[in-house]
């Protein structure tokens, strides 16, 4: 099973930028797609965005991110990002990164099954 790790989490004010990392070891980094989630405590967990494997490199993104972030994968690096532009208070949370074995992503958290610890991101207004 591939372990993941977050960072590059943080305070930033509103309109500002930030690239999360999810470093991936255990498996083969190139053959999962790599979803990114948020949470807010008492909420139910928000997709993000989702790369798929290393073939199709197809990518979606949560409508209340589109057109703001982008999700990217090195796979020489066994490594996702999340560059994220144009940050806004809502946009304050707990981002995980997550791997679904499939290789072909989904907006649906129960599709995944390795998750990080996750990475704070509070955006000051």
């Known amino acids: 099973q591939v372990q993941l790790v977050e960072s590059g989490g943080g305070l930033v004010q509103a309109g500002g930028s930030l690239r999360l990392s999810c470093a991936a070891s255990?498996?083969?980094?190139?053959?999962?797609?790599i979803g990114w989630f948020r949470q807010v405590t008492g909420k139910e967990r928000e997709f993000v965005a989702c790369i798929s494997w290393s073939g199709g490199r197809s990518t979606y993104y949560g409508d209340s991110v589109k057109g703001r972030f982008t999700i990217s994968r090195d796979n020489t690096k066994n490594t996702a990002y999340l560059q994220m532009r144009s940050l806004k208070p809502e946009d304050t949370a707990v981002y995980y990164c997550a791997a679904e074995i499939s290789g072909l992503g989904s907006k649906n958290p129960t599709d995944f099954h390795s998750w990080g610890q996750g990475t704070q991101v509070t955006v000051s207004s």
């Open positions: 255990g498996h083969t980094f190139s053959n999962y797609a």
